[in-house]
């Protein structure tokens, strides 16, 4: 990050959406994903990423939309950055509005974008709206006609999708090494491990998983561990207890991956989620 960097995060504390305000020059983040759907719009600048092994640059008048999983970066490729501002829409929130919205929408399906960037201005300023709703803590009822009318936009940038996915070219090697980092993920895994219940070397399974997921086992790993440490901070854990519990070396292991996908500390993102004082060093 550079000096010039700086992230405004604050949390509905009825619905759990986060907004974010943030500008950065040059490199913003790592690749990462989030549990949640992303939905915002730049506004000042080229915003670069990579997601779905495609190069995006979003420039004003584009919203970005990006599903609970996708592999995104972050980068300023001119000079001045670039400034956005964004929703974390939690899958269960955002699937039963619209599913309250849209009595036909087909059951065992999940909400998905059709594309990742969208030139729309109606969108944009839906979202602005719902943004300055849940910052300045507007009537109840003012929040909820504005995340109504976003998510009524919102649908017409959706297609449904099957839950759980998966494609069929997938190798059965890569699926069975995910789920075992899923069900093992505070554990001190190595490529043996997920060799021997693979049953595969391990420099072909870790070409398969790369293939498959767009990150090797090991990035994988500590992105899932970064996942459920947002979960943990923002409910107040204390970032040293998440840490031990995740399999981090320490406080400070945690605390560089966390800036290097999230943009900030692990005891900020507990102050702007929590409201609780930052937790002292261990």
């Given amino acids: 990050m550079t000096a010039n960097d700086w992230i405004d995060l604050s949390v ?16 913003a983040y790592d690749p990462h994903w989030h549990d949640s759907y992303l939905i915002g719009f730049t506004e000042q600048g080229v915003q670069q990423f990579h997601c779905r092994k495609v190069l995006h640059n979003s420039t004003p008048g584009h919203a970005f939309l990006l599903e609970p999983g996708d592999i995104h970066d972050g980068h300023a490729p001119t000079e001045g950055g670039f400034t ?3 929703l974390y829409l939690q899958p269960d929130w955002i699937e039963r509005g619209l599913r309250e919205l849209f009595e036909d ?4 399906c999940q909400p998905s974008f059709a594309k990742t960037l969208a030139a729309d201005p109606e969108l944009i ?3 602005a709206q719902a943004i300055k709703a849940l910052q300045h803590k507007e009537l109840r ?4 006609a504005a995340l109504d009318a976003l998510l009524a936009k919102l649908a017409q940038h959706l297609v449904w999708r099957p839950k759980g996915l998966v494609d069929p070219r997938s190798p059965q090697i890569a699926l069975r090494a995910r789920d075992y980092l899923q069900a093992h993920m505070d554990e001190d895994i190595g490529l ?5 219940i693979t049953g595969v070397d391990r420099f072909r399974l870790s070409r398969a998983f790369k293939t498959t997921f767009g990150l090797a086992p090991h990035a994988y790993l500590i992105q ?3 996942a459920k440490a947002r979960q943990l901070l923002a409910l107040g854990h204390a970032p040293a207890l998440v840490a031990m519990s995740l399999g981090f070396a320490d406080q400070s292991h945690l605390g560089r991956w966390f800036r290097r996908a999230y943009g900030l500390t692990p005891a900020r993102y507990r102050t702007r989620c929590s409201n609780l004082p930052d937790a002292p060093p261990k």
Avoid: C, K, N, W
């Fill in 12 to 27: 509905d504390a009825e619905t759990g959406i986060e907004t974010i305000r943030a500008h950065f020059e040059g490199h």
């Fill in 84 to 86: 956005y501002s964004m």
């Fill in 105 to 108: 929408a087909p059951s065992q």
């Fill in 125 to 127: 300023g839906l979202i």
């Fill in 141 to 144: 009822i003012v929040r909820h």
């Fill in 192 to 196: 043996d491990d997920l060799s021997r």
């Fill in 224 to 226: 899932l561990r970064l």
